[in-house]
DNA sequence: GATGAATGAGCGTTCATTCAT
DNA sequence: AATGAATGAACGCTCATTCAT
């Protein structure tokens, strides 16, 4: 049983996690300032300091159930039977594409290696748990896709590639002004594209290597 | 013959160059400071206004010489007759890694979309003009290796793609400590597979299409 | 019912404005620094950021009540009917002088011509306004004195000399380290001399002028 | 008899003094840097610190010798014999005015009451010395249009009136981007025009005051 | 005598953050 | 719980001035 005071709190941390999101999404995290997040929240700036350690601490504790959400994501994917394990790296890539698209900031959080500060040790952590545990999930479908051994080098080749790509995309379109939707609209085929591109040019290079062993 | 003062000049002017390389390329543009170029470069900071217009012009300048190295060396290689449409790709390509690998302060001004305000015409359009000359031709050869039409929407695809993949090798490693020796040792073969595996996947992606209609 | 933060807010503001005042009138628009003023007002620079948009916005806050203060004491004395033209003349030339007398910061503001920035159109156009509707009293009232047609060229002479006039007792005192009251008890006098010698040299000049054609 | 550095040191000392005097008289003061001085001068801006003290020091070294031609030509127009006394008079006003509108600079020299620094006594004696000098000439030319006493109080109010105008006219036009030769033509006759009606405007207020006792 | 190299102080402004209530 | 008031640090940039040659 909560107070009115708990209630309150909570709907005022659920805002400013809101509003960050939604202008870390669209400007980026430097572009933003902590007043601009408070007036899109409907509080004083101050505010969030009784919430969040600082502005970094805002963009982290927005990040984690965001992550976790993807991650769950994931997990529902795979778990379909009626999918094959093509479709799966499919689904698994076309949503991980819309979810940096949407959440921008993520791009950051995602694929620079933090730079771990020693003074706040476990934070962190979390996030690079559950980044590690996103890329390790396409890449085993990757692996399932083509039926290679979890210690082939050429699937240690082969990954990095697709993650060069996703990289690339994500990147390419993280500081864009265009909205998911615009993009989706615009270059949705050709991400699917992308996909179909590198599983075709992985099996080739594949049985080029056999049929010349 | 120098005087001791064009001598001085000239090393205080290299030191901010370097300086300004090594910091914009560890943390971009935006983010260095004019003060922690100086220094870095172990001046004061109104020495790089002595030698420089701003820091948009230190930029410009940092980069320019590199880029128009870079454009020759396209040139050079587009040129050499004994090579297949499909090496002088490769042979760009890796070029062009070489070059954002070694220079990584590159990534962002190559990748990134630049303003181009509109109130100082010049300086800028430099820039884009010999970055989009560098990507038109690696383009034109992959056009060339695929047979394609110009106008094929298919070409436009295939670029798009050839393109994050770029962006994604160079991205994933502009911040990185690794020198450019360590990872040419460790990921040049990746790279060059990159190419294979999308060459096939494109061509693959071609034959389908055609079987198919 | 005020807050204390009300108070202690309004307070700051009001000391500022006074700091600004001050030193604007002391050494003009341009030669004060932002820093100078908070140090003037005890507060940080930051703090002024607070209250005025920026170091025109201070200009312009400080500057608006005080004309418009000057503007309804001017119709005022317009709309007495029993007074004489000459009598509305030397009253509004009076008001105007002991206007900027009392708030010398106003003299730049009153007789420099502001450029006028064209990006953002509104508040510096508050200023000129105001400014060049006193001015057309005066200006008004004079034409009426020597019942002159308002585009005999003799009347634009005379509005220019004793614009120039003006012009000369108020800039003389700007800067002064008297109070007012203390120019008002010394100089008065010779003020409105001014206005007599003005007018009577005014007439003859007309006179003479007939008497000759 | 001179060295050739002597020559040479007096021809690059004038040369900064034209410069300067130009730049000053178009500008302003506060708008002129050094560098700019120096550049028009044709040498380094460092040399300018080999004859100045500092900039204060230019501005103040220009303008001795002008003062001192300006009191010539009064001596001058004060001496010839064929001259009325109000001619005379209108002769110091325009040569005054002229003075004043084409060196800008001297507005300021001329006009404000300088702090007196305690720290170099001497020089700024010079300057106040001439700018009384050439005032006490006006002054007493007035009076003797006028016939009073010099301790005839209304002499000193006349002539305060009489210096209101004057700084009124130079001061409206200290910062003005027309030339003196665009003001003349403009305005020249308004310049003139204001004698008349000051001087028409005294001698009738002493008839009245006459008159009336 | 003359100069290019170099600098500290300062400008208006913005920001994340803390203090007192 | 929540806030308005206030601030120090920093930004890119300019300037008069000094140093070493």
Not at 81 to 94: D, Q
Not at 101 to 110: D, G, S, V
Not at 125 to 132: G, P, Q, S
């Amino acid at each position: 049983m909560f107070k009115k005071h708990d209630l309150r709190a909570e709907e005022t941390k659920k805002a400013i996690l809101e509003a960050a999101g939604k202008l870390f999404a669209a400007h980026g995290f430097e572009s933003v300032t902590i007043r601009e997040i408070a007036k899109e929240a409907g509080c004083s700036h101050t505010t969030i300091y009784l919430y969040f350690k600082d502005k970094e601490g805002l963009l982290h504790d927005l990040s984690m159930p965001a992550l976790n959400q993807l991650e769950r994501q994931f997990e529902t994917i795979l778990s379909e039977e009626k999918l094959s394990l093509e479709e799966k790296l499919r689904g698994l890539s076309r949503e991980f594409i819309r979810f940096c698209l949407l959440k921008r900031n993520m791009f950051t959080i995602l694929f620079t290696e933090r730079a771990g500060r020693v003074d706040e040790a476990e934070p962190e952590l979390d996030i690079n748990r559950t980044r590690n545990k996103l890329f390790a999930s396409m890449m085993a479908a990757l692996q399932g896709c083509l039926e290679l051994q979890q210690h082939d080098n050429r699937l240690l080749t082969f990954s990095r590639i697709y993650y060069f790509a996703l990289y690339g995309i994500v990147g390419t379109y993280a500081h864009s002004e265009e909205s998911y939707e615009q993009l989706r609209e615009r270059l949705g085929s050709t991400f699917d594209d992308m996909v179909d591109v590198l599983l075709a040019g992985f099996k080739k290079k594949l049985n080029r290597e056999e049929g010349t062993i």
